[in-house]
């Protein structure tokens, strides 16, 4: 399970420097989203991500394409937001800066015009994003923090210390590929319905979530095998059921169609087709997606 932060005090804020000393020490040790960059075909990461990721492709080979699928509902998931007027953004779990951020897609479907706050509990996650938005110029309207969505009190205080965020207006919330990071079933459904609360009407949530639910039994050992491998990383995985996954999302009003589906599957109306699935089964894609209205 990832340990919260139990310090006391504000969550720290990134400096240059800081972030130049976390990249520098952060070579000897897997980290998941620079093993999920490799997936994608990016190039943060180094030799230890890619010798893991490669071990875990040779027990699924699926992943490369899965990992695609999971970013591709994460841009659906922000235009569908942009096209109900949302413009403001909390990305909790953001991981590694790879192509297709969300600032990058907001700026592509509302030019000018989006904020975005992103989070990761690993501290080199931040540091990548902020040198990265700093050498982009574009911290004005997007701010990495470093904090633990479990740490829900102390992180969406430094949210609002942004100045980024305001509460008057609908927030979207994204937790993509997040919360099968966190084990303890009661932990993760306090935090998640802490930033529910936080939000104002119209706000949005979306999540997608490991999960084996419906899958044939010899893809459900293949998974759960590398599930169990992520221990070696920062963060260990879990798998979650639709039914679980639902709860999530308390009682804000699901999208339905296409309600909790496979990644390639949740494609509301009104969006740019980007995913053809073909004659590929939708579970090999090994996530599940939601997103849903705050009444």
């Not at 990548?128 to 992180?155: E, S």
Request: net charge negative.
């Amino acid at each position: 399970m990832r340990r919260m932060t139990t310090l006391d005090g504000p969550v720290p804020t990134l400096s240059k420097e800081v972030a130049d000393r976390l990249l520098a020490e952060s070579t000897s040790k897997v980290h998941e989203g620079r093993a999920y960059d490799y997936y994608l075909g990016g190039n943060s990461n180094y030799a230890v991500d890619r010798a893991f990721a490669q071990e875990q492709i040779a027990r699924l080979p699926d992943i490369p394409w899965a990992a695609r699928q999971n970013r591709r509902f994460l841009r659906r998931a922000v235009q569908h937001m942009i096209n109900q007027g949302i413009r403001q953004f909390v990305d909790i779990g953001s991981g590694l800066p790879t192509e297709g951020n969300v600032h990058q897609l907001a700026e592509q479907y509302a030019p000018g015009e989006c904020r975005v706050v992103y989070i990761d509990h690993d501290p080199v996650a931040s540091a990548h994003g902020y040198l990265l938005l700093q050498a982009g110029g574009q911290l004005a309207r997007n701010r990495p923090i470093n904090g633990d969505v479990l740490d829900h009190r102390r992180l969406w205080q430094a949210i609002l210390d942004t100045g980024l965020i305001d509460l008057d207006r609908p927030v979207g919330l994204l937790l993509v590929a997040l919360l099968h990071f966190v084990a303890d079933d009661a932990l993760a459904n306090e935090s998640v319905a802490y930033y529910r609360d936080k939000v104002p009407p119209g706000s949005q949530l979306a999540i997608s979530h490991a999960s084996v639910d419906g899958m044939p039994q010899a893809a459900i050992e293949a998974l759960q095998a590398v599930l169990k491998n992520y221990k070696r990383a920062t963060s260990s995985a879990h798998a979650r059921d639709r039914a679980q996954v639902k709860e999530f999302f308390g009682d804000w009003t699901l999208l339905d169609p296409p309600g909790i589906a496979w990644t390639p599957d949740w494609s509301p109306e009104g969006l740019e087709e980007d995913s053809i699935v073909g004659d590929v089964e939708s579970y090999r894609s090994q996530v599940i997606a939601g997103l849903a209205t705050k009444p």
